[in-house]
């Protein structure tokens, strides 16, 4: 079997191009695009990755790693078994909550910024889809106890973990095993390399902000979650060949950080390069230091875990 057909990786380069004909990628594309028509935000993270001025290429959130990180999720669709009940934790108002409850999937958002539960909770009453949204930390007992979700058996949690102190990434983890029903599915994706990112972000209750760091260590996190009970549906990734493992680095990572930093400009995505080729011209030095980004030294990577049955 070849890596490309591994579940449990990091982003390789031919990923980029397959996210341009993955049916479910192009799904997601679509239905931000008509949400965003309909003048219903979609975010990614907050306004910094989520500018709203996108263009129809929705660079900002449905890039080539966003879009591989969400579809890939589908790799373990069933449609003879679907999934009946969502947990998605820390994406609140991004597209794979909305994605999935559009298709009738019952499901929470759980986040700590209160800005992305109020738009979330805006966007499915608009769209009349079952999915609400609550500011909460999963690890306190309060989401776990509620009564209407008393357990599921799907939680999402998408470039989530490297935004977690590491000294609290094991409670996580153990947290999002209570939460699933027995043979639920825990999908995880994470920022993974060698990248630290002092954030601005305050969390529920004003807590203190703090750097986000990838995993570096990935053999750690695999004991870890080896400890909270969960075990891997497909490879376990710390047999991975060497090479495979060796990814740190986003494919493509000058290029698709390019196209962030020009959208990041007073026109988007659509506008007609002559329009903006002036504009462009005097942001040669801060594009140029696209080839410093984050995507420099940080991959992607994903896990599909279950509890056991």
């Not at 799904?27 to 003048?39: I, N």
């Not at 499915?124 to 509620?146: F, N």
Request: aromatic letters at 10%; glycine letters at 6%; proline letters at 7%.
């Amino acid at each position: 079997m070849s890596a490309l057909e591994l579940l449990n990786r990091p982003m390789l380069d031919d990923d980029v191009a397959a996210t341009a004909r993955s049916p479910w990628a192009l799904q997601l594309r679509d239905m931000v695009r008509d949400y965003s028509r309909a003048s219903l935000p979609v975010m990614n993270g907050g306004f910094k990755y989520s500018n709203l001025k996108q263009g129809d290429d929705q660079i900002l959130t449905c890039g080539p790693y966003r879009l591989w990180e969400y579809s890939s999720l589908f790799l373990l669709h069933d449609s003879t078994k679907p999934w009946r009940r969502f947990l998605d934790v820390g994406g609140a108002a991004s597209p794979l909550p909305y994605f999935l409850a559009e298709r009738g999937i019952a499901g929470r958002a759980v986040d700590l910024q209160p800005l992305l539960v109020a738009v979330c909770n805006h966007v499915a009453e608009v769209r009349g889809i079952p999915l609400t949204a609550e500011v909460a930390d999963v690890t306190a007992d309060d989401v776990r106890t509620r009564p209407t979700f008393e357990s599921f058996d799907l939680v999402t949690c998408v470039s989530v973990l490297e935004h977690v102190p590491p000294a609290g990434r094991a409670a996580l983890l153990a947290a999002l095993f209570r939460l699933l029903e027995p043979g639920g599915l825990l999908y995880l994706t994470f920022d993974y390399g060698d990248y630290v990112e002092h954030d601005d972000y305050r969390g529920a209750g004003g807590a203190p902000s703090h750097s986000s760091s990838s995993i570096s260590d990935l053999a750690a996190l695999c004991e870890m979650l080896a400890s909270a009970g969960f075990i891997f549906a497909g490879n376990d990734p710390r047999a991975l060949p060497a090479d495979v493992l060796a990814l740190r680095r986003a494919p493509h990572a000058d290029s698709v950080m390019r196209r962030y930093w020009l959208n990041s400009g007073p026109f988007d995505a659509a506008t007609p390069l002559r329009a903006v080729a002036k504009y462009a011209m005097k942001r040669i030095v801060p594009v140029a230091r696209a080839g410093a980004s984050r995507y420099q030294h940080h991959n992607f990577f994903r896990m599909f875990l279950r509890r056991p049955a």
